[in-house]
C-alpha cells in the first residue's frame, strides 16, 4: 500500500514520504503525519526472527512506500553497522524486575543516534528520487543530544549542510564539548542566550518564512530539518519498540502475544510517539508511561486535557527534556482527534497566542492510553542510586526519569506486567549528575574528572566516544542572542 503524508494542519496537499522527508516541516507549519499508520503486514512469530537491520528494514517499508527495497536496505545498513559499539544495536538490559532498553550504543551516547544515523542515507536517498539539485541546509535546535547526533550523522555528507543551534547555558559539559568540537567543514554550531523553546521556535519561524526561503531558493540551497519534526526521524524510532519487545519475548521464553508496557522518558514527544505508532501498527502494547521532569507540561496535559506553557522553565539534570513546547504531541493531537487537521490548527494557535489549550473529552478519551508521571530532582537521583545499589546498573539522569515514573505507576495501579524503561543516554554523558545522585561528595568535580570515577564503579570501559573529548579544541565558538539565530545563519550561509 502506498502511503501519503499530510499536514497536521490540513492545507497542503498529501505528498510523499520523500518529500516530507526532503522538507521536514510542512509549509502551513504543521508537521507531516502518514494518512494512516499502516497495519502489520508480517506476523509477529517473523518479525521476533529478525536481526536489528532485516527488522529495521521491515518496519520501515511500512511508511517509506516511495522507497524501493534495495534503497531502503542500503540506507538501514549503512546506519546500524559498527558505528554502534554492540551488534545488536539497542540491546535489553534486565535488572531485577526491570527491563532496560539501551538506546545509548551509537556514536554520540543517546537515543538520537537511533533515528540520526540513518537520516542523512534517508534524506541523500530522497533527494536522489526527487531529482533535487539544491544543497540541502539541514536547520537544527538542539536540547543537548540532537544536536551532536545531527553533526556526527551529517558531517562531511556532500550536498549538506548542518547547522545547530544549542542553549548555551542549559547542556551539559560533555554535550557541550561534543558538539562545539565538531569537524567537518559543513558544520556550524552555534550557542544561544536562551532555553530549547526558544532555540526550537528560532528555527520553526526561519523554516516558514518565506522571505528567508525565496533569498536561500536563489542561492540554490533549501532547508530540511533533523529534528524530531521531521518524519524521517520519527520513523525509523518505531524500530526499537519491536526489537524490544522481542527481545524482552526471548528472555521470558515466551511467544510472542502478550503485552507489555513502556515507559519514556519524554521531552518533545517524538520518543513516545513511536512507541504509539508501533501500537497502532499492532505490536501489543498495553500502556505507554509518559514521564516527565519537573518541566512536567506533559504530565499536567495528561491529567486535565489542558495543555498550558504559561508557567517558568526548570532547568533540571534531565536537560535533553526540559521542554515547555512538545512538538510532537501535535501528531497525537492529530491522531485522537480522528484526523481532524481544523481541529489542531485552532489549538495550535490558542497554543501560540493565547499559550494554553484545552481538548475536548473525546480526545482526552482517546488520550487515556497514555499514563503520564513526573519526577522530582530528588525522586530523580534516587532513582539512580535505588537502581545502582540494587543491581550494580548505572542508568542516566534522564532514564531515572523515567524508573521514579514507573515506580508511581506501578504503586498507582498495581500493574505487573513486564515493563520496559527506555533508556535514552548513557551515564556517561551526565556524569556529575548521576555520580553526585550516588553519593553528594562528588559533587565538587566536573564531568571530566568524572568519567573515570564512574568507570571505577562499573565494567572501567570508558565509551570510546567519550575517551578523548576534553582535549579536543573548540572549533565552533559563535554564541548570539535568540533574535540574532537568522544573522547568524546568514554569515555562515554567505
Ligand atoms: C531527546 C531526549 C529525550 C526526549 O526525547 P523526546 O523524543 O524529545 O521525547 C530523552 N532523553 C534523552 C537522553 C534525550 O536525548
Do not use: W
Not at 61 to 75: G, I, K, M, P, V
Not at 378 to 406: Q, R
Request: with cysteine; aromatic share 10%; proline share 3%.
Amino acid at each position: 500500500m502506498n502511503i501519503l503524508y499530510n499536514s497536521t494542519r490540513g492545507s497542503n496537499k498529501a505528498v510523499s514520504a520523500s518529500e516530507a522527508i526532503i522538507r521536514g516541516i510542512a509549509e502551513d507549519g504543521g508537521l507531516f503525519v502518514p494518512e494512516k499508520i499502516p497495519t502489520l503486514k508480517y506476523s509477529l512469530d517473523a518479525l521476533m526472527k529478525m536481526d536489528y537491520q532485516e527488522l529495521a528494514y521491515s518496519i520501515m517499508s511500512h511508511f517509506l512506500t516511495d522507497f524501493t527495497e534495495q534503497e531502503l536496505r542500503a540506507c538501514v545498513n549503512s546506519a546500524y553497522d559498527q558505528k554502534f559499539d554492540t551488534p545488536l544495536i539497542a540491546p535489553v538490559k534486565q535488572s531485577g524486575e526491570t527491563y532496560f532498553l539501551e538506546l545509548y550504543h551509537g556514536p554520540t551516547l543517546a537515543f538520537k543516534d537511533m533515528a540520526l544515523t540513518v537520516l542523512p542515507y534517508l534524506l541523500k536517498t530522497a533527494a536522489k528520487k526527487l531529482a533535487i539539485d539544491k544543497e540541502i541546509v539541514i536547520l537544527t535546535a538542539t536540547s543537548g543530544d540532537t544536536g551532536k547526533a545531527a553533526l556526527e550523522g551529517f558531517a562531511d555528507v556532500e550536498g549538506t549542510k548542518i547547522v545547530v543551534y544549542f542553549p548555551e547555558y542549559g547542556v551539559s559539559q560533555i554535550q557541550k564539548q561534543q558538539m562545539v568540537t565538531q569537524e567537518g567543514k559543513n558544520t556550524h554550531v552555534i550557542g544561544i542566550e536562551g532555553n530549547f523553546d526558544d532555540a526550537q521556535n528560532g528555527v520553526k519561524r526561519m523554516f516558514t518564512d518565506s522571505e528567508l526561503l525565496s533569498t536561500l531558493d536563489k542561492k540554490g540551497l533549501m532547508f530540511s530539518s533533523a529534528n524530531s519534526i521531521n518524519i524521517g526521524r520519527l520513523i525509523p524510532q518505531v524500530v526499537y519498540y519491536f526489537h524490544a519487545y522481542f527481545e524482552v519475548c526471548r528472555k521470558e521464553n515466551k511467544a510472542p502475544g502478550d503485552a507489555i508496557n513502556f515507559t519514556v522518558p519524554t521531552g518533545n514527544f517524538g520518543n513516545i510517539l513511536a512507541g504509539y505508532y508501533a501500537k497502532n501498527m499492532g505490536l501489543p502494547i498495553k500502556t505507554l508511561i509518559c514521564a516527565s521532569n519537573e518541566n512536567k507540561v506533559l504530565y499536567d496535559f495528561i491529567q486535565t486535557g489542558i495543555y498550558d506553557r504559561k508557567r517558568d522553565f526548570v532547568i533540571t539534570m534531565s536537560p535533553s527534556m526540559d521542554i515547555l513546547i512538545s512538538s510532537n504531541l501535535e501528531r497525537l493531537l492529530y491522531a485522537i482527534s480522528g484526523d481532524d487537521a481544523s481541529v489542531v490548527d485552532k489549538l495550535m494557535k490558542e497554543l501560540t497566542g493565547a499559550g494554553q489549550y484545552t481538548i475536548d473529552d473525546k480526545m482526552k478519551k482517546e488520550l487515556a492510553q497514555f499514563y503520564g508521571g513526573y519526577a522530582k530532582e530528588e525522586e530523580t537521583a534516587g532513582a539512580i542510586k535505588k537502581v545502582y545499589e540494587e543491581s550494580s546498573y548505572l542508568i542516566d539522569t534522564h532514564t531515572a526519569v523515567a524508573y521514579s515514573v514507573y515506580e508511581q505507576y506501578k504503586k498507582a495501579t498495581g500493574d505487573n506486567t513486564s515493563t520496559v524503561i527506555v533508556s535514552t543516554a548513557s551515564p556517561y554523558k551526565f556524569t556529575t549528575d548521576v555520580m553526585k545522585s550516588l553519593d553528594p561528595k562528588y559533587n565538587t568535580l566536573g564531568d571530566f574528572e568524572l568519567i573515570h570515577k564512574m568507570a571505577a564503579l562499573t565494567d572501567g570501559v570508558i565509551p570510546a566516544a567519550i575517551k578523548d573529548l576534553e582535549s579536543r579544541p573548540r572549533l565552533h565558538k559563535t554564541i548570539c542572542k535568540t533574535s540574532d539565530m537568522q544573522l547568524e545563519l546568514e554569515k555562515f550561509l554567505k
